[in-house]
């Protein structure tokens, strides 16, 4: 299976994640083993932000319009350019995570690996 595909089975299972979050019943702490894989955690304000993985730290203006086009349309409070060659999204709520995973994999950026115990860039 491709990196993308497995992308794709992600982003399934992130969509029936998120709707128990966004129901209540599951609560963000039980949500967290499988959101911080993904770089999704939960802020100290209950909205979460979502971490943008740039392997390598390269990324095509293509793909700088579409993460921020993408928060614009989500409601990002902010965006942070990480020191560690990645892209935050803050202040987003429970339900747009799928969504925007989705869009981002339109434009060639893989949603694993921005968080957790996993593999991050390597360069």
């Known amino acids: 299976m491709s ?5 794709k089975q ?6 029936r994640k998120e709707a128990e ?3 209540g019943s599951l609560n963000p702490l039980t949500f967290k083993p499988f959101g911080a894989p993904l ?3 939960e802020q100290k304000d209950g909205l979460f932000m979502f971490r943008v ?3 390598g730290g390269h990324l095509a203006i293509e793909q700088l319009k579409a993460i921020a086009k993408t928060a614009k349309k989500h ?4 965006v942070h350019f990480t020191t560690r060659q990645d ?7 429970a339900g747009s995570f799928q969504l925007i995973g989705k869009e981002l994999l339109k434009a060639g ?3 694993r690996g921005g968080g957790g115990n996993t593999f991050r860039n390597i360069t």
Not at 3 to 7: G, M, P, R, V, Y
Not at 87 to 93: A, D, P, R
């Open 3 to 7: 990196l993308i595909e497995k992308s």
């Open 39 to 41: 770089g999704i955690y």
């Open 10 to 15: 992600t982003l399934e299972d992130l969509a």
């Open 87 to 93: 892209i935050q999204l803050h202040g987003l709520k």
């Open 109 to 111: 950026l893989i949603v």
């Open 53 to 55: 993985r740039i392997p």
């Open 21 to 23: 979050l966004s129901a």
């Open 75 to 78: 409601g990002a409070q902010f």
